[in-house]
């Protein structure tokens, strides 16, 4: 495995770790759920949940296994640079390759 692959996913691993802080897994039908939820959105569940951060990360790699583009969401960058902003812009708006 390349150097940079190891990073993307030291990368991917670290973002998925933080999810699992904000999120909670229903114990009836295993669905995540935000931890705001009051009810779960899979099965109305509205009891306890289980928020173990080891539950809910292997909740959340199940998903992720299941739906790969998700992982997309986590090695979205979460700030983008002015300069990147504006490279973006005018990479669409000229229709040109950089």
Do not use: H, Y
Not at 3 to 9: A, E, F, I, P
Not at 33 to 39: F, I, K, P
């Amino acid at each position: 495995m390349s150097d940079r692959s190891l990073l993307l996913n030291a990368r991917f691993e670290a973002r998925a770790r933080r999810a699992a802080n904000s999120l909670k897994s229903c114990p009836l039908c295993g669905a995540i759920n935000s931890a705001e939820n009051s009810e779960c959105f899979v099965c109305r569940w509205s009891g306890a949940f289980n928020e173990d951060p080891l539950v809910v990360q292997l909740g959340l790699d199940a998903l992720i296994e299941r739906c790969p583009e998700l992982a997309e969401a986590f090695m979205a960058s979460q700030k983008r640079t002015i300069s990147s902003r504006f490279r973006r812009m005018f990479k669409r708006k000229l229709d040109i390759e950089c």
